[in-house]
């Protein structure tokens, strides 16, 4: 590894950083959601060199990273509900698939006609942006800079234990605020679907819309955030809810393995390894990665999770709590 990463984002780390995206190579970067792993998106080398670093599959298409409506109206066709979405929600975390217009690069979309738009509110990614922009750069393609199938990086150091040796440059920016990716809406149809819960809940777009925002359903192009077997760590995942946890801890015990637990009540207090769950749901998304990551690491056999409250305020967090333990349980 590479001592001198990740680099303190000051101004001269970021020129630097926009110098390599302008020369096709990739960089790490802070977002408000999660840490991306950016690459020019107008350059076919760079992309796939975000597919290969990042084990992804061809078809399954990137973010593209822009300062504001004017960049990505360079992109893709901008239609009413696009503005609005973006009057109320940019710079932020959401993020607006659209059709991508004619002539401009596909590199980043997975074989879509379609592109994924997103502004991001860090400020250090809105430098970097602003900074790139001044190289002629049009946008950043980026997904989260975690190895395919992985959980998403929320601190900088995350990226480099994920991607060891072959980490580009890192900006560290610090902890990510919100923890989880970003809101998902797709545009492109007759009536606005939601295709991942984030930050930006279904109710704030409908108020922001004014009309309903249909649920993902097997129609909506393909999001490999959406995949089940998404966002697991090594050890496997169950989520249990808080009369069962101590009886589930026992039984382990029991054969002689250890239990790692992320708990919001004050049950299990015999597990091998246990981290409080923040009791607001902000809060819980923005400890999740850094819980899992945490407790992947214990050596325990497997993680115990509390279940979280059947509430719209929990959406983003019992998501991509249901994905790790679907994920882990192959
Ligand atoms: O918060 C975030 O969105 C973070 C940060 C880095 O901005 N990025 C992120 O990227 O989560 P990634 O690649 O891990 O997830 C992007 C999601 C994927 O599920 C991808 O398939 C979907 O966006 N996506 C991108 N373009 C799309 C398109 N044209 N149609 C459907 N889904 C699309
Ligand atoms: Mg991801």
């Not at 593209?64 to 992109?75: F, G, P, R, S």
């Amino acid at each position: 590894m590479n001592a001198n990463n990740p680099w303190p984002a000051d101004a001269q780390a970021i020129e630097e950083a926009a110098r390599r995206l302008a020369g096709a190579a990739l960089v790490a970067f802070p977002t408000e959601t999660v840490y991306g792993l950016g690459a020019d998106a107008a350059s076919g080398r760079a992309v796939a060199e975000v597919y290969r670093l990042k084990g992804r599959p061809a078809d399954h298409p990137l973010i593209v990273h822009v300062l504001d409506a004017t960049q990505a109206a360079w992109w893709a066709h901008w239609p009413a509900r696009a503005q609005r979405l973006a009057d109320a929600f940019w710079p932020g975390p959401l993020t607006l698939i659209l059709v991508r217009r004619d002539g401009a690069p596909a590199f980043a979309c997975g074989g879509q006609t379609s592109i994924g738009l997103r502004a991001p509110s860090h400020p250090v990614a809105r430098a970097l942006l602003a900074a790139f922009a001044a190289h002629g750069g049009h946008g950043v393609a980026a997904p989260s800079a975690n190895r395919f199938g992985r959980l998403s990086p929320t601190r900088a150091a995350h990226v480099i234990d994920d991607l060891g040796d072959e980490a580009p440059m890192v900006l560290d920016g610090g902890p990510c605020d919100v923890g989880v990716e970003s809101t998902i809406v797709d545009l492109t149809r007759e009536q606005p679907v939601l295709l991942r819960p984030g930050g930006v809940t279904l109710a704030q777009l409908e108020a922001s819309l004014g009309e309903p925002v249909l649920a993902s359903d097997a129609q909506a192009p393909r999001a490999s955030g959406t995949l089940e077997a998404h966002y697991a760590p090594a050890t496997p995942v169950e989520l249990v809810g808080s009369d069962e946890i101590d009886r589930r801890i026992a039984w382990m015990h029991q054969r002689g393995e250890r239990v790692a637990l992320w708990v919001r009540s004050g049950a299990g207090a015999r597990a091998d390894a246990r981290l409080a769950m923040p009791a607001e749901p902000a809060a819980a998304a923005r400890a999740l990665y850094d819980a899992l990551r945490a407790l992947d690491g214990s050596g325990c056999r497997r993680i115990l999770v509390e279940r979280v409250p059947d509430h719209v305020a929990w959406y983003a967090v019992a998501d991509r709590l249901r994905r790790a333990a679907a994920g882990s349980n192959r």
